[in-house]
């Protein structure tokens, strides 16, 4: 009998469905992407759902990924790139069109696009991969999936139609790829930034808010009780940034723990109010699928 073919996917990768799930950073699935000719990525995978997903993905020092025969880095997604260490850039391949961004900021991009992402810096490269719609089922490996998409045609290195008018081309430039959902770095100082608490207050930056997701940032004082928050329209994933975040659901009473790089999936509907028990302040990502409201 011949031997059945494994195909490349992450094993074991844990399920959201129905429940809150908090999964550590210790308990990730780990996952090599691509091959010799796209490059290769580490993926660290916290779990994956219908709608929703979380992971963190590295790059080595002077690596990068592209786009291979079987390996293709086309996305029809809202994708949020959020860079905890390091420093990224991202190519749009076929407009030539390239954003950096650094510890605290993000590369965003809306639609069908396909994108390379390299670390030319000395120190190795950490970001938080988020996106919505989920491309496929959880049970179709990528690999199979991208059989059904086209292949690139050439490759643009650089806006050179900019080569002559920069910076004055900036301005209109900036507002072109915010418009269009062109890769652009977005910082805090873009986001939307909203105070959550009566009695004491946390500050949310919202630096990517969409009809797919919105994804942003939560700043903890410390001592600090919030409010209960509660998400009707869509499901929730938080990932401890800096600090430890502590999570209540009020309703069955659960008391969730986070450290650093620490994930807590919340199911849409959920009640839950954020603490911080120590004396330093907290940061905490997060992103909700589809509707924040």
């Not at 494994?6 to 990730?28: C, I, N, S």
């Not at 810096?121 to 089922?137: C, H, I, K, M, S």
């Not at 959920?270 to 120590?278: A, C, E, K, L, V």
Request: glycine fraction near 8%.
């Amino acid at each position: 009998m011949a031997k059945k073919q494994a195909v490349q996917a992450p094993k074991d990768v844990p399920l959201f469905a129905d429940q809150p799930m908090r999964v550590g950073y210790d308990e990730t699935r780990r996952f090599l992407w691509g091959d010799e000719q796209s490059g290769e990525v580490n993926d660290i995978i916290y779990g994956r759902g219908q709608s929703i997903s979380c992971l963190i993905f590295t790059l080595a020092p002077g690596r990068n990924f592209r786009s291979s025969e079987r390996w293709k880095a086309l996305f029809d997604q809202d994708r949020f790139y959020y860079v905890l260490e390091g420093e990224l850039t991202i190519q749009d391949p076929e407009t030539g069109d390239v954003a950096v961004a650094r510890p605290g900021e993000a590369v965003f991009w809306r639609g069908a696009k396909w994108h390379f992402g390299f670390n030319v810096g000395t120190v190795e490269t950490v970001v938080l991969d988020w996106y919505a719609p989920q491309e496929r089922p959880p049970d179709v490996p990528e690999v199979v999936f991208g059989e059904t998409k086209p292949d690139l045609g050439e490759v643009a290195n650089a806006r050179r139609d900019l080569l002559g008018r920069w910076p004055a081309a900036l301005p209109d430039e900036r507002d072109r790829r915010l418009r269009d959902g062109a890769v652009v770095t977005l910082t805090e100082n873009d986001a939307l930034h909203v105070l959550q608490g009566e009695t004491s207050q946390a500050r949310e930056s919202l630096f990517v808010s969409t009809d797919q997701l919105t994804a942003g940032s939560l700043t903890l004082p410390a001592s600090f009780r919030g409010d209960v928050v509660v998400h009707e329209g869509g499901d929730k994933v938080i990932l401890c940034e800096t600090g430890r975040v502590n999570v209540h659901l009020p309703d069955s009473f659960e008391w969730y723990e986070l450290g650093e790089k620490d994930c807590l999936y919340l199911p849409r509907g959920t009640p839950h109010q954020f603490w911080n028990y120590t004396g330093e302040a907290a940061r905490a990502m997060f992103y909700v699928v589809p509707d924040y409201a």
